[in-house]
């Protein structure tokens, strides 16, 4: 490994700009511009304190800054952000972890980092969709899948989950199911069984609301089957209740809305069929 002025100055510059940060952005209030145009040019040798300081700044290990060897390098950055990334995406901080995975050049992303990446940007449009931000979560699944390209951890039952995803955002209060979404062969470790199921059954097949193991999912089809036998005050008293759960997913919100009004409508119960259509309306002017 080599420390001379050129070879650290020239990293420090070839980081800052990948990262678009201009050299003021980089200075921050511990170094003046010309410092660090004399650091960067390598007419300079940064202190060890000042070394530290650009280190944080451009969020890289310190070591990376006095590595001579490409794949020393893949491998020194690789395994220290891995270190940093994994607790963000363990705790659900999606964010975060975007963040970090963002700031790391792709071409020295390591697989697992590529993994997480891909995760943590689908969990993200996930959330993304239950507030309703289609268009954001949309823009990040192409994001997903083109970061789970660079990643041979990641094979095509995430492409195509994130294909899934985009169309189950996009068809989220139509009238229609798409048969895309009705796919058993969409199930896997990114898509869930009840999720796949639960679309068959609005697309009108015959789903027993015993095969459902969300809470949710399960009581939305036990009250649809009500409703085929036309026991809409039963199927009222589970949808009223269910209209209020605050972790109903976004797909299933204005479905059990529109169906409570219907039921609500038919049992004479027209306070709480006005609360439900004015959900509805709420939903689609958003």
């Known amino acids: 490994m080599k420390n001379s002025t050129a070879n650290i100055g020239a990293r420090i510059k070839e980081i800052r700009i990948q990262k678009g940060m201009t050299q003021a952005g980089l200075c921050g209030y511990e170094l003046t511009r010309n410092h660090l145009s004399l650091i960067e040019s390598g007419k300079s040798l940064p202190s060890l304190k000042n070394v530290c300081y650009i280190a944080d700044r451009l969020n890289i290990p310190v070591g990376y800054l006095f590595s001579d060897d490409e794949n020393e390098d893949i491998l020194f950055v690789s395994y220290h952000a891995a270190d940093k990334i994994k607790p963000l995406y363990d705790s ?15 071409n020295i992303r390591s697989d697992e980092i590529s993994m997480i990446y891909s995760k943590a940007l689908l969990d993200k449009a996930v959330a993304l969709a239950d507030s309703l931000d289609m268009d954001s979560a949309i823009e990040l699944l192409f994001e997903a899948e083109s970061a789970s390209a660079a990643c041979g951890y990641l094979g095509d039952d995430f492409k195509s989950a994130c294909k899934y995803y985009e169309a189950l955002f996009k068809a989220d209060m139509r009238s229609t199911i798409p048969e895309a979404l009705c796919d058993i062969h969409a199930i896997s470790s990114y898509v869930s ?5 639960y679309m068959r059954l609005l697309n009108g097949e015959n789903v027993s609301y015993s095969f459902f193991r969300d809470d949710c999912h399960r009581r939305h089809a036990e009250s649809v089957s009500l409703m085929h036998d036309g026991k809409s005050d039963e199927a009222f008293v589970i949808l009223d209740i269910l209209s209020d759960d605050t972790s109903l997913p976004f797909y299933m919100r204005y479905r059990v809305y529109d169906d409570l009004e219907k039921c609500a409508s038919e049992v004479g119960e027209f306070k709480a069929a006005y ?4 959900k509805k309306l709420g939903l689609t002017e958003r």
């Open 275 to 278: 609360s439900a259509a004015k």
């Open 92 to 106: 659900g901080d999606q964010d975060g972890c975007i963040t970090v995975c963002r700031s790391i050049p792709e």
């Open 193 to 197: 069984a009840d999720l796949v199921m």
